[in-house]
């Protein structure tokens, strides 16, 4: 079982930065796939990002490409997340997750494991 905490969510102008990071406890963090999802208020959670167990694999929803990073180190137990050219409709709780498989999921249904997540608000 792994427990994840995430941080680094606040309220950025449009155009900014932000970079969130998630720490997991547990001796077996590199045994798992981790994700980065969202949720809008009114919407569903979406997918936002995913990595492989060693780092080396990632995907994306489209929406995120070329303007999130998701990054981990396994020495640490955290997985990050890095989010420029922010728009106001980024604006959302973004969860951590993990999954105990190997498949680079985007569907929430293939994670075993959420953190309480952290508020990302854009203003316009």
């Known amino acids: 079982q792994v427990q994840l905490v995430e941080s680094g969510g606040g309220l950025v102008q449009a155009g900014g930065s932000l970079r969130l990071s998630c720490a997991a406890s547990?001796?077996?963090?590199?045994?798992?796939?981790m994700g980065w999802f969202r949720q809008a208020p009114g919407k569903e959670r979406e997918f936002v990002a995913t990595?492989?167990?060693?780092?080396?694999?990632?995907a994306y929803a489209d929406s995120m490409k070329g303007r999130f990073t998701i990054s981990r180190d396994n020495a640490k137990n955290t997985v990050d997340l890095q989010m420029n050219s922010l728009k106001p409709e980024d604006t959302a709780v973004y969860y951590c997750a993990a999954e105990q498989g190997f498949t680079l999921g985007s569907d929430q249904n293939d994670y075993d494991y959420w953190g309480q997540g952290t508020q990302v608000t854009v203003s316009s």
């Open positions: 547990g001796r077996t963090f590199s045994s798992y796939v």
């Open positions: 990595i492989s167990r060693g780092g080396g694999s990632r």
